[in-house]
């Protein structure tokens, strides 16, 4: 087969020089970090641009960009809670990177950077760290009460290692969580699109039939569109629940 | 007129507490579907496998490096602790999405409502 559905997932350097390189690793740029720099750039000047009017009443653009700044308010207020909102620049720009990533990766030939499993876990490392590191500047050692639950001493000695193991978890099931399905969706589509060519060479009355993954790509588009979203919101409301635990240790029980 | 109108006041009264109180307890996510459901618990427990396994094998590595020979003993340990963290996360999932379902009662169908319990 001529086009292999895994294909759109490669990750291939742009410039045959690399760009620096760190220890004997060699960085280079490639079509993963291009797509990046245009979702970060579509994502600055479509923010920027949209509120550059600042009107009473709202054009369009402007009322998307507004309508996403008092989402994500209400979500880290409503899961993270008032003191939460200090955080509000990062976990803006988290879900927004995330989101346009995703609604990027949708346009045909493009590159879908939140399908790569080292990008989510970066993601997901950092998160976890600035997590870590502000429960220990809120509570000092007092953070790590957060890995002893209500138990007798002697289960205390099986307990808090599971719930180191459970904190890290996270690690894993957030940054798997995003890749998987960007992966698990645009393979769908790739697969889908193979069956239009088969069917299309294939000539005659299977030419017709054609029709039918052609349609169910349509399908599975809208349906993409909305895991794109839906998927930038989950990993964003994650990151506020983490947040909030860090903040509130064992409030939310 | 005038006896409706504190009827009313009272309705809108009760809508608003309503409506105030979804947005404190917060949780404005739709209902998941099912597939999410096995997805989100298949991550929780193959995560709890792998960081408690990686975890344990990384802690033998360590203490190799300042000679003790604790390999494999500590990854089989901590596997096992992952095991267990895993399983505690599916069960963390698995309140959740109790609780979930509970605070959103005209969401699901009934049916639903019979395949959670």
């Not at chain 1, 309508?67 to 994500?72: G, R």
């Not at chain 1, 349509?218 to 994650?238: D, G, H, T």
């Not at chain 2, 340990?77 to 979930?100: H, K, P, S, T, Y």
């Amino acid at each position: 087969m001529a086009m292999h559905p895994m294909e759109q997932f490669e990750v291939k350097p742009l410039i045959e020089h690399p760009l620096f390189s760190i220890g004997h690793h060699d960085i280079y740029f490639t079509n993963q970090s291009l797509f990046m720099v245009i979702v970060v750039a579509a994502a600055s000047l479509f923010l920027t641009l949209a509120m550059s009017g600042n009107r009473l009443i709202p054009s369009r653009a402007q009322s998307m960009a507004e309508m996403s700044y008092e989402f994500v308010a209400n979500m880290i207020h409503s899961s993270a809670g008032e003191d939460g909102l200090r955080f509000f620049p990062f976990i803006f720009t988290t879900f927004i990177f995330v989101l346009f990533c995703n609604i990027f990766g949708m346009v045909p030939w493009s590159f879908t950077v939140t399908s790569q499993i080292a990008i989510t876990f970066a993601l997901t490392a950092f998160i976890l760290s600035m997590v870590i590191v502000v429960g220990f500047v809120k509570h000092g050692f007092g953070f790590l009460k957060l890995f002893v639950p209500d138990a007798p001493i002697y289960l205390l000695v099986l307990l808090v290692p599971i719930e180191i193991i459970s904190f890290f978890t996270r690690l894993v099931s957030l940054s798997v969580r995003l890749f998987a399905n960007m992966l698990a969706g645009h393979t769908m589509l790739a697969v889908f699109a193979g069956f239009v060519v088969m069917l299309g060479a294939a000539g005659g009355v299977l030419s017709i039939l054609s029709i039918g993954p052609m349609l169910m790509i349509v399908a599975i588009m809208l349906l993409e569109l909305l895991v794109a979203a839906l998927q930038a919101y989950v990993f964003a409301i994650l990151t506020c629940i983490y947040l909030n635990e860090a903040l509130h240790l064992h409030d939310h029980h | 007129m005038s006896d409706t109108g504190p009827d009313d006041l009272q309705r809108l009264g009760a809508r608003l507490d309503a409506a105030e109180r979804k947005r404190a307890t917060g949780d404005q996510r739709p209902p998941p579907t099912q597939a999410s459901i096995a997805f989100r618990f298949g991550t929780e427990m193959i995560a709890g496998l792998l960081v408690g396994g990686g975890m344990g094998w990384g802690l033998d590595w360590l203490f190799g490096h300042f000679g003790f020979h604790t390999k494999p003993w500590l990854m089989i340990v901590f596997f096992v602790l992952g095991a267990a963290a895993g399983i505690r996360g599916v069960m963390r999932a698995a309140n959740e999405l109790n609780a979930q379902m509970a605070a959103a009662p005209a969401a699901p169908s009934v049916k639903q409502d019979d395949e959670e319990n």
